[in-house]
């Protein structure tokens, strides 16, 4: 046991919490609790501050205390389960999206929906899905390509994690002085899941995106384009070889519609010639969620310039 070394007056001005908050936190939660001097005085021990420093600055990013110190505690838990020290979000998220993996591995489908569930009690939907679902489905999708795993455990997770995509992308309402956007991927691309999150994310940026996945034909894309009337049309590509197919696409809509700006992404571009890089520079919208910010605000600013 560490050595208590703050007394609560100390504790207050150090911290900048009120020392009845403090009392009351105390006796609510049980989270810490202070060692006792000859004197009967309550003192705080290193551990003791760190821990309130860490709850503060939850509350500081709009967390109620209960729920600061439900992720605290759930931090712990994992923590404790892979034995290791309990510690902030970022090593909380990592051994989540650890255990998360696991289940998949595991093909244990009940482990999986809750620690998904934990994940979504936790943090924000954004956070889920742009930056746990979708890193863990990317990890999926190598440890299959070197051997690692097999399609099953690919599917199987693939199956569990698009369920979970594809409620919360319809749950969010779309702005409707915002422009509308198709999202489509690119011919005999297969590959959809990235679009999925692609998705997601325009969405969540309030634009009204009809999502057509893959299979749809060339045709059918033109005759969607005329029933929508789009500002934007997104289209994924994941395997190099769709490649040259998706950016011929590409330039006949752009010839044929110069009206409709057209959203280029996938892991497949990111491998292209450097000479193709250029010449589509201004379509490619990038793999990261920072890239599809900029571009899109970009556009957005010019349709309201």
Not at 71 to 89: I, P, V
Request: hydrophobic share 40%; with cysteine; proline share 3%.
């Amino acid at each position: 046991m560490q050595e208590g070394k703050y007394n609560i007056k100390a504790i207050s001005k150090l911290l900048g919490i009120q020392p009845g908050t403090l009392r009351a936190w105390e006796r609510r939660y049980q989270l810490i609790s202070p060692v006792r001097n000859e004197s009967g005085h309550r003192l705080y021990t290193e551990e003791h501050v760190k821990i309130l420093r860490w709850l503060i600055s939850k509350t500081s990013q709009g967390f109620s205390i209960s729920q600061a110190v439900s992720l605290f505690e759930q931090g712990r838990k994992l923590a404790a389960e892979n034995g290791e020290e309990a510690a902030g979000d970022t090593n909380q998220i990592q051994l989540l999206k650890t255990r998360l993996l696991d289940s998949f591995i595991a093909f244990n489908e009940t482990k999986s929906h809750e620690l998904i569930n934990q994940a979504f009690a936790l943090y924000t939907a954004d956070l889920v899905i742009m930056d746990i679902l979708r890193t863990i489905m990317a990890d999926i999708e190598q440890l299959r390509e070197t051997g690692d795993l097999t399609s099953a455990h690919e599917h199987f997770a693939s199956s569990i994690i698009r369920a979970r995509v594809t409620y919360y992308m319809h749950t969010i309402p779309s702005h409707g002085f915002l422009p509308k956007a198709l999202a489509v991927c690119g011919p005999d691309e297969r590959h959809d899941f990235e679009l999925l999150i692609l998705t997601f994310f325009l969405r969540r940026k309030g634009l009204e995106v009809v999502y057509l996945g893959h299979s749809v034909t060339e045709a059918d894309l033109k005759a969607a384009i005329g029933s929508v009337n789009p500002r934007f049309l997104f289209v994924s590509c994941t395997v190099p070889a769709n490649l040259e197919k998706t950016l011929t696409l590409a330039e006949d809509f752009k010839r044929d519609r110069p009206d409709l700006q057209i959203g280029l992404s996938g892991l497949a571009f990111t491998a292209h010639n450097k000479d193709e890089k250029v010449k589509f520079q201004n379509l490619f919208i990038g793999n990261t969620k920072h890239e599809w910010d900029q571009w899109i605000e970009r556009f957005l600013m010019l349709d309201t310039e």
